[in-house]
Structures are given as C-alpha cells and as structure tokens.
C-alpha cells in the first residue's frame, strides 16, 4: 500500500480526493454500512487505515455514512416488499455489518410502523393461494416451516396456524 504524504505526515491532498471519491461512487451504486464501505476502501491498492478513517469520518460528518438510517431505511424497504418476521431481518441487517444497538433499534421503529401481526397474515394468504390450505399435519408442518423461514417467531405461527386450522374446520 502507497502512502502519500505531505511534510507534516497527513496524507496528501490527492489521495484523500481519491478515497473520497471512490466511497461517494460505491455509496451511488448503493446504500452501505459503515463496515462495508471501509473493507470495500481497503481493497484498494493505494489504500491505507488512515487514508480511510479520515475519508469515513468526512462522510460521516456530510451525512452520508450513517448505520442508523441504512438500518432503518434497509427495515422499512424490506417490510414494504415482502413479509418477513423480526427474527429474518435481524439476521439481514447483521449479515450487513450493522451492529446489535443499532438493528433492534431499526426493527422496533419499523415494527412499529407495520404489525408482524399483520405481516404473517399477509405470508400465510401468499402461501394459501400457491399452496392451497393445508389438508394435513405435514401440510401445516411445510406452512410452519415456510412461516419460520420468513422469520416469524414460534408462538406467532402456532397461535396463526391454530386459527386457520379453526377456520377451516368450520368451513369459512
């Protein structure tokens, strides 16, 4: 890795620019976590720890490094596209780098916003119509399993399934 200094030890001017404009071009392409635009950036054959925190820093203070609102932003998207439990975002949101304090806070204002209640139903509807009702336990076992995937938590999908094996027995 090549640093280019000034006389005073900062990296030079040029080099800052570089880094800068490489992470305003990785962050155009798409919304990164902090942790992900800093591994990205240390790729770089003229890259250096300095070079890059003072580069995050600066994009820190502009605004546009910011873990919270990727977080909370990344949470509301995927609530808007797909239902998906709690549990199933987290993991996303941790595969993302983005660190614990940080997700549960995005979940609880994403979960505020749209019930989880109302999520899996909107999942067991999907399910239903691809998949028909389930006729039997290994029916309602593959639902479970498909609700479970999605990231519902288990007393969720019991008390769910529970009413749709009710419903069905009286033949709504």
Request: net charge positive; charged share 40%.
């Amino acid at each position: 890795m090549r640093d280019e200094t000034d006389r005073s030890g900062e990296p030079g001017d040029r080099d800052a620019e570089k880094a800068t404009a490489a992470a305003l071009k990785m962050l155009a392409a798409r919304p990164r976590t902090e942790i992900q635009l800093r591994e990205r950036l240390m790729q770089k054959p003229w890259a250096n720890r300095r070079l890059i925190d003072d580069c995050i820093r600066r994009l820190k203070e502009m605004g546009y490094v910011n873990d919270g609102r990727f977080a909370e932003s990344y949470a509301s998207h995927r609530l808007s596209v797909r239902p998906i439990g709690r549990a199933r975002l987290a993991r996303e949101l941790a595969l993302k780098k983005v660190d614990r304090k940080t997700i549960d806070r995005a979940l609880d204002q994403a979960f505020a916003e749209t019930a989880e209640d109302g999520l899996i139903d909107l999942a067991i509807q999907k399910r239903i119509r691809t998949h028909g009702n389930p006729a039997d336990r290994g029916g309602e076992k593959r639902m479970f399993d498909h609700l479970a995937r999605l990231g519902f938590e288990f007393d969720l999908i019991i008390r769910k399934l529970d009413a749709l094996r009710k419903k069905t027995m009286k033949g709504e």
